[in-house]
């Protein structure tokens, strides 16, 4: 089925509005579109680490979730879905009448690169049939703003703050999604909201009716970590791809493929540049710090175009 | 009709997971508990059950997978011991808050450190506050039995509280008992077919559980949650008849050894009960009242009837198989002379604490003590109230 972006934006709404995400936080198209991508038929079960978008969208006793819902702790959500997981496999070898249904885990980077990595990759070898879905932010935004795993290398946290003699995060960020594709596992993307949200929708669709364990990193800018205006969303998203500090791929039975690949690649100045958290980069003084970074990126972007080519 | 059986604690609770056919069993290797399991998934690979086996990756894994499936709207269960129930604590209060009612096979063994793989009570004692249903079982018999009615118990409409069934680790889990084992229809028929309410799986009537939940919900779902807990009591009795309707054996809250007109009491759990009765005997033997009162349900606490049932001796020793740390005495010590507050006067109370890590716990330790309750009915003075029993002091 060819994307059409009309046709989605018809589909219900099974993350609705009136959850507490903040204006231009990069979350909530990502549940939206995650929640299009299943078929209207399908009921879904949803586990959510503890992170944004839980404390967001329920708030008791409201909730934002159309389809089950449930949130245990932290560390854990891709243990929690694996279990209802299992129940449904069980139910179904007993002969019971289950509605065909999804199971989706949803964490942030924290909850993922960091305290439920463990969990997440006991779930992935394992092999449940289910998806699990980091939107990525690069902080633990939730706690305000201290530094992850996942936080690009000089990016300023509340733990990482530039200072005099530390500039920002020490660390490059951690590959998760090249660690996921050591599972061995049928389905593994990297993607974001961008432009029409096809590379996004497409994959959320295939992650969720794929057999087996699929796992989706999805960049979610924040607009307080980043610190960005609230309506430039979608050009974090943009620059994200066009400077490859973003790609987007998916790797099919361990096969990558890289789905965009821009014609001139930016400079990493022009995504840096626009987000206060790196603003201590541009100090006089500090050009090593871009320059570091573009080196990483580069490095990173060699390796996948060098994977996408193994293909 | 029932059948005996020679069966360790381990193999028997395996088998009675195996006759209950729960929807998941997820667990991690951990001695003493590892062998449930690892029953259990023969089981599953024979296709003898139709359990799904979650072999997780950690016991915090194990717990989050029995709470998710449990919210699913399945019957769950797992095994542990000391680190592994340690791991799993974050989840157990998750688990009881939730009311899922997870079963939890809680075979007892030291905590670190240092790192000791035997019998004491400090991992459970530890979740005894987790909003865990704690039921403490003797024997190879009562393991079985005990975990068979953990299930019906939890899912009690008036109660919906996970269960931990918790038995001596390598005494209980690892000796073999000739013991009886019910017919695999009659524990189905038992414990029935778990049909909760609200759950996870229901597409027309969807849910959402865990909530974030802000100073002006939090305190009445607790509030909910402490009175599911206080009103089990009727429930884990209602249980107990109905069991013994089916096997004849009879269960209670406590039991209470040769108590008619005892003086002198230990209050004790699990399989030292055993080696006290022996003493219990002996005593009684040479003219002196002694008694003993084994709990079987430490969580909820039954307060009054504890209180009751000890309102007539002169003295009593509660035995503590963990130590609290506290400066002040045992678990069990706290909570039974907190029941006696009030209610009781007069019966001259005293604590020690035996067989920590595994340390042997002969006749003649629990003679010691008699003795030594002995002497206070007699002088009606403690000379000390926090006492250890069967510890090198230098």
């Known amino acids: 089925m060819s994307y059409n972006l009309k046709e989605w934006a018809k589909r219900p709404e099974r993350f609705t509005g009136g959850h507490r995400l903040c204006a231009g936080c990069g979350a909530s198209p990502v549940m939206r579109t995650l929640m299009r991508a299943l078929k209207p038929e399908d009921h879904a079960v949803v586990s959510a680490a503890t992170s944004c978008v839980e404390v967001s969208s329920f708030l008791y006793p409201y909730t934002a979730w159309e389809d089950s819902f449930i949130h245990s702790a932290f560390e854990n959500v891709a243990a929690t879905i694996s279990g209802a997981q299992a129940n449904y496999v069980a139910k179904k070898r007993k002969g019971e009448d289950v509605p065909n249904t999804k199971f989706i885990a949803v964490a942030g980077d924290g909850g993922t690169y960091d305290i439920g990595l463990q969990a997440l990759s006991g779930a992935m070898e394992r092999g449940h049939d289910m998806v699990y879905v980091c939107y990525d932010n690069g902080a633990y935004m939730n706690t305000g703003i201290q530094r992850s795993s996942s936080t690009p290398q000089n990016a300023a946290t509340s733990t990482t703050p530039a200072g005099t003699v530390i500039p920002g995060k020490s660390q490059p960020k951690k590959d998760l999604t090249l660690i996921i594709m050591g599972h061995n596992i049928p389905y593994v993307a990297q993607t974001l909201p961008l432009s029409n949200f096809k590379d996004m929708s497409e994959k959320c669709e295939k992650a969720l009716y794929t057999p087996g364990a699929a796992f989706l990193n999805i960049l979610a800018p924040c607009p307080r970590g980043w610190r960005y205006e609230t309506h430039r969303l979608m050009e974090m998203c943009k620059l994200a791809v066009e400077t490859c500090v973003w790609p987007m791929y998916e790797i099919i039975e361990g096969k990558l493929t890289l789905n965009y690949i821009p014609k001139e690649k930016l400079p990493v100045e022009v995504y840096l540049k626009e987000q206060g958290r790196f603003s201590h980069m541009f100090a006089k003084g500090n050009e090593h710090l871009i320059e570091e970074y573009q080196a990483q990126v580069d490095k990173d972007w060699q390796l996948l175009q060098n994977l996408n080519e193994m293909k | ?394």
């Not at chain 2, 009103?231 to 008849?241: M, R």
């Not at chain 2, 009054?304 to 130590?323: F, G």
Request: hydrophobic content about 40%.
């Open chain 2, 1 to 394: 009709m029932a059948r005996r059986e020679k069966l360790s604690g381990n193999e028997a609770v395996s088998i009675a997971m195996k006759q209950i056919n729960p929807d998941v069993v997820a667990a991690y290797p951990i001695t003493p508990s590892t062998e449930v399991p690892q029953y259990f998934s023969t089981y599953a690979a024979n296709g003898e059950v139709d359990t799904e086996f979650v072999p997780v990756e950690s016991e915090h894994s194990a717990m989050s997978a029995c709470i998710g499936a449990q919210a699913a709207g399945g019957r769950a269960m797992t095994a542990t011991s000391a680190q592994g129930l340690a791991l799993m604590w974050e989840m157990l209060y998750i688990a009881s808050a939730y009311r899922l009612p997870v079963t939890l096979a809680a075979v007892n063994r030291a905590l670190s450190g240092p790192i000791n793989i035997h019998n004491d009570h400090s991992d459970t004692m530890g979740a005894r506050d987790s909003g865990w249903i704690q039921i403490y079982s003797e024997d190879c018999q009562e393991a079985y039995d005990n975990f068979i009615q953990a299930v019906k118990i939890g899912e009690h409409p008036d109660v919906m509280l996970p269960v931990m069934d918790c038995y001596d680790g390598f005494i209980t889990s690892h000796k073999v008992e000739n013991i009886e084992i019910m017919e695999d229809e009659e524990v189905k028929a038992f414990v029935g077919k778990y049909n909760p309410p609200y759950h996870l799986m229901n597409k027309e009537k969807p849910m959402s559980m865990g909530p974030l939940s802000l100073p002006f919900y939090y305190f009445e779902q607790k509030r909910q949650q402490a009175e599911a807990m206080k009103t089990s009591i009727k429930a884990i009795l209602e249980v107990a008849a109905e069991f013994e309707k089916v096997t004849g054996r009879k269960y209670g809250l406590f039991e209470e050894y040769r108590m008619d007109d005892a003086e002198v009491a230990i209050v004790i759990l699990n399989s030292t009960a055993g080696t006290a009765k022996d003493v219990v005997d002996m005593l009684r033997d040479n003219g002196i009242k002694a008694g003993l009162i084994k709990i079987r349900v430490y969580r909820p606490f039954p307060v009054e009837q504890i209180a009751q049932a000890l309102s007539k001796c002169k003295a009593v020793a509660v035995l503590d198989k963990a130590d609290s740390l506290n400066g002040a005495g045992g678990p069990v010590f706290t909570d039974v002379t907190s029941a006696m507050f009030g209610r009781v006067d007069g019966v001259k109370v005293i604590n020690y604490i035996y067989g920590l890590g595994g340390r042997d716990v002969t006749t003649d330790n629990i003679k010691e003590v008699y003795d030594n309750l002995q002497e206070i009915a007699k002088t009606g003075k403690v000379k000390e109230v926090y006492n250890y029993l069967g510890v090198r002091e230098v």
